[in-house]
């Protein structure tokens, strides 16, 4: 395995102890740049999507429940309900979503939690963050030293 990909492998992986356990990343999500509900049930029974898409939605629906409102968001976070609107201004029509595990900021499913859960947060310029997370800082710098390799394995490449 070239160093690039063990160092890209490593910068996947955000340290757990950086988790302030504000339980926010499971109150206010999205799905896939912003869908509405609608779009993902839709995603989530097209049997002609890629499986990897379809499967994804309807793993995304059995965990997470869509608000009423951006309102009924706002009360758990204004902040990043600011930031999911701020990334999605372009499209009028997106959801948002909280997970129906969390309990007391814990997930009560914690041992048996799905892989989409288990990945989060992935460093990636499309990852939104709580002004206040933890994991912020480490998963922008992380980003952009990923963003790095790849453009000098570009370069390489040309």
């Known amino acids: 395995?070239?160093?690039?990909?063990?160092?890209?492998?490593?910068?996947?992986k955000l340290p757990q102890?950086?988790?302030?356990?504000?339980?926010?990343c499971c109150k206010i999500?999205?799905?896939?740049?912003?869908?509405?509900?609608?779009?993902?049930?839709?995603?989530?029974?097209?049997?002609?999507a890629p499986p990897n898409q379809s499967e994804g939605a309807r793993d995304f629906l059995s965990i997470f429940v869509p608000?009423?409102?951006?309102?009924?968001?706002?009360?758990?976070?204004?902040?990043?309900?600011?930031?999911?609107?701020e990334k999605f201004s372009k499209k009028s029509?997106?959801?948002?979503?909280?997970?129906?595990?969390?309990?007391?900021?814990?997930?009560?499913?914690?041992?048996?939690?799905?892989?989409?859960?288990?990945?989060?947060?992935i460093p990636h310029e499309k990852t939104l963050y709580d002004p206040e997370c933890g994991f912020k800082e480490q998963g922008q710098r992380n980003w952009e030293e990923i963003e790095k390799i790849i453009k000098s394995l570009e370069e390489k490449m040309k």
């Open 1 to 12: 395995m070239s160093d690039n990909v063990k160092r890209v492998k490593e910068l996947l």
């Open 17 to 24: 102890h950086l988790c302030n356990m504000c339980g926010k």
């Open 29 to 48: 999500a999205s799905f896939k740049g912003g869908l509405s509900y609608e779009e993902i049930k839709q995603l989530a029974e097209n049997k002609a």
């Open 67 to 85: 608000y009423e409102s951006f309102d009924e968001a706002r009360k758990v976070s204004s902040d990043f309900v600011d930031v999911f609107c």
């Open 93 to 121: 029509n997106f959801s948002l979503f909280y997970c129906k595990y969390l309990t007391d900021n814990k997930c009560s499913i914690h041992e048996d939690r799905p892989l989409l859960c288990r990945m989060y947060p």
